[in-house]
């Protein structure tokens, strides 16, 4: 991680639209012993992941939102995390999970699979790359769960979900799924128009999970429902890759 966390989040620019829930999260008990607490563990020594905890906010302004996928805590690999789920940089090894998403779109949209695993493209199209939980220790999976980020993760997603326009979330496994009741309360009370919302869910595309029961992410066809229940609604969203 790179400097303090109050930095970093300090870091989101206003122009993202982000600052509205970012900076009463960071001033309030919770977000402080958050702050306190990730900033021990650097002091400490311990490698903590990613470099950019808020790649995706700064990459994805709330305003340009349509899709939300949500992963669960950062790769814990070295060199992996970017900021934004499920992407490693160009040049890394492609995840198992990520090896799965892209048979998935290849399965389903009969799109070429680029040779790198970086998603940007998603996120600069209004793709929302985001976590449950923002970091990780090297090495230890969902070691920062419970420390405070759901907190936060719970504000964004409703967030999106109560501003207008269509907005597609994808949950995959349990800790996304978490999210659902918040996300459909959020735009029930928004007075949005309800049918602008759809909510997929399956396993986590995980190798453990992805073609197990009850609901197999392979197979899923989430990439083309999302495509065509956005394209009814006059907007434009592909999720072809671009090379390097």
Not at 37 to 54: H, K, M, T, W
Not at 79 to 84: I, K, P, R, S, Y
Not at 166 to 191: C, T
């Amino acid at each position: 991680m790179q400097g303090p966390l109050q930095a970093q989040f300090d870091a989101v620019p206003p122009t993202s639209g982000w600052r509205a829930l970012l900076d009463p999260f960071v001033a309030s008990p919770e977000g402080q012993a958050l702050v306190r607490r990730v900033d021990a563990a650097v002091a400490a020594g311990l490698l903590i992941y990613p470099a950019q905890v808020f790649a995706a906010l700064q990459r994805t302004p709330r305003q340009q939102v349509r899709v939300v996928i949500l992963g669960q805590d950062p790769y814990h690999g070295p060199g992996q995390a970017e900021g934004l789920s499920f992407s490693v940089p160009p040049g890394l090894a492609i995840p198992p999970s990520l090896r799965n998403i892209r048979k998935e779109i290849a399965r389903d949209l009969g799109l070429p699979a680029p040779a790198h695993g970086h998603l940007g493209d998603w996120a600069d199209a209004g793709v929302l790359l985001l976590n449950t939980v923002l970091t990780v220790q090297a090495e230890q999976a969902a070691s920062h769960a419970g420390w405070g980020w759901e907190r936060l993760t719970d504000q964004l997603m409703q967030a999106v979900a109560a501003d207008p326009g269509p907005k597609v979330f994808m949950l995959w496994g349990a800790h996304a799924q978490r999210k659902r009741a918040g996300i459909e309360q959020a735009r029930a009370a928004s007075g949005h128009a309800a049918t602008d919302l759809l909510v997929l869910q399956s396993n986590h595309p995980s190798p453990l999970s992805a073609t197990r029961p009850p609901a197999p992410f392979v197979g899923n066809g989430h990439f083309g429902q999302a495509q065509r229940f956005l394209a009814e609604r006059g907007v434009s969203l592909g999720w072809a890759l671009q090379d390097f």
